[in-house]
């Protein structure tokens, strides 16, 4: 273990978890993601050793067959597959959001028939919120469910599904207006479907079309694509909760621990930059001398370490929040927000250090170089992350005169 990103007060089972997890990390993923990646080639061997080990079912409680563990546990596992290949560990986030609902706020049928399979990864999740008009602005969300007797009719275009391909369980945010009258808040009457479909691309059911993978700048292997919802006819049983007009919530509740994993996620590619940096600067001579032992350079190296751990740190804090019962918006928001941007800094230092080099292929610096990008967008930019940390700041210190 190197001296960074430590985190005290863990328990031997914790420990243990992540010890196999850094190791995979070293032997299965560092080796072979770069060549992977810069093929766009989806990890299957990876995804079977992720399966095998359980981490599908990490946070899944033990009764439906998962591990049980904590945020915490899946936030640190999360780190250390994003050091080897972020692309993996937005496999594995996608599909733990989809059972973290399920878990939270499923029907018992649900939980029952879904979260099982979850665990052993024969089910996998994928979450759809965003639409090709809008980002952020989930409340402009016009893909709509509407009740037809036992059934629900979606239609609708959803746009940038990680895992919208491989996944075989999605679920989908629409605007439902049933039961709900005219001039409801639009967050008041948004439900959370539970689609099943098949794993692959063009239509996956009859209704359903997945187009093909977007072709990305970074953030590679993993699919990312659209989902298209022509007259897609739904079980009423399959509103998440059973209840309609309770989606924004339930998808607001899954993001919110999404955000303690992109978190994860940035500070794991920064670590990595890091040691790519730092090894690197140790082996190139300049001036008869290795860069490392130029003050410039070890000015940069100081503040690459200072920022992976405060990110870190921040990071385990939110987890810890969440695991605690407690709300964590705001500690989840400043965590991606600085964890993301920091990520984003300490690559661009790798990135320098590794000079003409960083710009070729060969060396790893470059594919962390086009990944660290997605942390700024992803679930939610860093300007909502600041809108988010704002208001509850005005919540928390609400002027008394």
């Not at 599908?56 to 999360?78: H, K």
């Not at 059934?151 to 207006?177: F, H, I, P």
């Not at 899954?254 to 994860?264: I, K, L, P, Q, S």
């Amino acid at each position: 273990m190197t001296r960074l990103a430590q985190t005290a007060g863990l328990t031997e089972v914790q420990r243990e978890i992540l010890s196999t997890v850094r190791d995979f990390v070293d032997k299965e993923i560092i080796p072979v993601a770069t060549r992977l990646e810069h093929r766009d080639e989806y990890p299957t061997e990876i995804v079977e050793g992720l399966k095998e080990l359980g981490l599908f079912g990490l946070m899944i409680p033990e009764e439906y067959g998962g591990l049980g563990e904590s945020l915490l546990t899946y936030a640190l596992c999360v780190e250390e597959i994003a050091r080897g290949w972020m692309s993996v560990s937005g496999i594995i986030n996608t599909h733990f959001i989809v059972a973290y609902m399920l878990k939270q706020h499923g029907t018992q049928e649900q939980k029952d028939t879904f979260l099982p399979r979850m665990a052993l990864g024969e089910v996998r999740g994928a979450f759809s919120m965003s639409e090709p008009a809008l980002g952020s602005d989930v409340s402009a969300i016009s893909s709509k469910g509407v009740r037809d007797g036992e059934e629900y009719v979606l239609n609708g275009q959803k746009m940038w599904l990680t895992n919208g391909g491989t996944s075989s369980l999605v679920a989908v945010l629409c605007r439902s207006d049933e039961g709900h009258p005219e001039g409801t808040a639009p967050h008041k009457s948004m439900t959370t479907f539970l689609v099943e479909k098949e794993p692959g691309f063009g239509e996956v059911r009859p209704g359903l079309t997945i187009p093909g993978k977007i072709d990305k700048m970074g953030y590679k292997g993993v699919d990312t694509t659209e989902l298209i919802m022509d007259g897609l006819r739904i079980p009423a049983n399959r509103v998440l909760g059973g209840v309609t007009g309770r989606g924004f919530y339930q998808m607001m509740d899954g993001v919110e621990v999404g955000r303690v994993n992109v978190a994860a996620r940035g500070c794991g590619v920064a670590q990595r930059a890091f040691e790519l940096g730092v090894s690197y600067a140790q082996q190139r001579q300049t001036f008869g001398k290795p860069i490392a032992q130029h003050q410039a350079i070890q000015f940069k190296l100081a503040e690459m370490a200072t920022k992976v751990e405060a990110a870190h740190a921040m990071m385990v804090n939110a987890a810890r929040k969440k695991d605690s019962g407690e709300r964590n918006d705001l500690e989840a928001g400043m965590a991606k927000y600085l964890a993301s941007e920091y990520c984003k800094e300490v690559v661009e230092d790798a990135f320098r250090i590794h000079g003409g080099y960083g710009f070729s292929k060969e060396y790893e610096i470059e594919r962390l170089y086009r990944e660290a990008p997605m942390l700024l967008i992803g679930e939610g930019t860093a300007e909502i992350q600041k809108m988010i940390i704002g208001r509850r700041l005005l919540e928390e210190y609400r002027f008394q005169g």
